[in-house]
């Protein structure tokens, strides 16, 4: 079977490093928030250019301390786009927050076109996702939010080292939200978090927040929060990934380029946005049935992934909508993610792009 991550293969590059960290970590008796969550914090500050990083327990929490810092109370409302991973839905509803679906483009991110329909009196925030490894569109989101005095919340989760025209993703937005997981370009076994600012009061409050209302143990309580603060195993994760990110990135990149050069004409590739410079995060394909696809590759010894499988504004526990979304519908039908992760083989890349295209095309 080829795999979508290849966990077994990455860990043989990573894991001297871990077990090292780890060795280090229970001599020192320090498994929160020591020197390894210090160095990685230092090091997204340096990536991104913002002021302040915290490391969270995931991308969720991220999303949902960062409406909680900038006074998003329950009641209010969040505009968000209406297909995305399930965290972007439930981070603003878990946290009394209520979203307001905007329908999607035709490269399955927030659409700006249907953007300025969302705002009512209740929308205090924008939450913008940047999906499959690219940026949304900054600047209008930006604008917008600026004329409505509204908070932007970049969640940088798949867009992550990104480039909107040239600047990096993390520096984009009034905060960023960040998730590492085993699909992303820096991974970790499981899955952590991170929220960027320039903000001293945000960064006071987050601190707090993802530490239970109280940040060390001498401060004060100042609200409650969330069990959520970083772990140094984690930490130690992240370095190990980090050392082979610009490694990987190539590879990933070599990868998609033979994908894109073998589909031509043949396969329907996700259009990208002309203003977004890709980190190759999924390499997805629009087939008539992304469900009958996947199947039909697992069969074939391709395990593919359905990303989403969901329109926000159908489930039965959100708030009901009587607007259209076509866009999203053709995502959740169509979008189907094969792979292209670093430790793919050149005979597996060829096997994948033979197995698309008799199957599929």
Not at 8 to 23: H, P
Not at 159 to 169: D, N
């Amino acid at each position: 079977m080829i795999k979508a991550h290849n966990t077994q293969r990455k860990w043989e590059e990573v894991k001297d490093f871990i077990v090292d960290g780890l060795d280090s970590i229970h001599a020192s008796e320090k498994i929160f928030n020591a020197k390894f969550t210090q160095q990685v914090e230092e090091k997204l500050k340096t990536a991104s250019g913002r002021r302040y990083a915290l490391t969270c327990a995931s991308g969720s929490h991220a999303i949902t301390m960062s409406l909680r810092a900038n006074n998003i109370n329950p009641g209010d409302n969040v505009i968000i786009p209406n297909y995305s991973c399930p965290a972007t839905l439930s981070s603003v509803m878990v946290m009394g927050a209520i979203p307001v679906f905007c329908e999607i483009d035709e490269h399955g991110m927030m659409s700006m076109e249907h953007l300025p329909d969302c705002m009512n009196d209740k929308v205090k925030a924008v939450l913008a996702t940047g999906l499959y490894g690219d940026v949304h569109d900054h600047q209008t989101i930006k604008d917008f939010c600026s004329r409505n005095n509204l908070t932007y919340i970049n969640d940088a989760a798949q867009s992550q080292f990104a480039k909107y025209k040239g600047v990096e993703s993390l520096s984009l937005g009034d905060v960023v939200c960040m998730s590492f997981a085993d699909n992303k370009v820096i991974p970790v076994a499981g899955t952590y978090g991170a929220v960027l600012t320039d903000s001293e009061d945000l960064y006071n409050k987050l601190r707090a927040l993802r530490k239970n209302g109280k940040p060390t143990r001498l401060e004060p309580y100042s609200t409650a929060g969330y069990s959520s603060q970083p772990e140094e195993e984690k930490a130690v994760q992240i370095l190990a990934s980090w050392q082979h990110f610009y490694k990987w990135q190539k590879r990933k990149q070599e990868i998609s380029r033979y994908y894109f050069e073998n589909f031509k004409n043949k396969i329907t590739i996700r259009p990208r946005p002309t203003y977004s410079g890709w980190n190759a995060h999924k390499f997805a394909i629009m087939v008539d049935d992304k469900f009958s696809a996947h199947k039909k590759m697992l069969d074939a010894g391709v395990e593919t992934e359905q990303h989403y499988a969901d329109n926000f504004a159908t489930l039965p526990w959100t708030p009901k909508t009587d607007k259209k979304f076509p866009m999203t519908d053709r995502f959740v039908k169509q979008s189907l993610t094969i792979p292209n992760n670093p430790f793919m083989t050149d005979a597996e890349v060829e096997i994948v792009t033979k197995k698309v295209i008799d199957i599929l095309a």
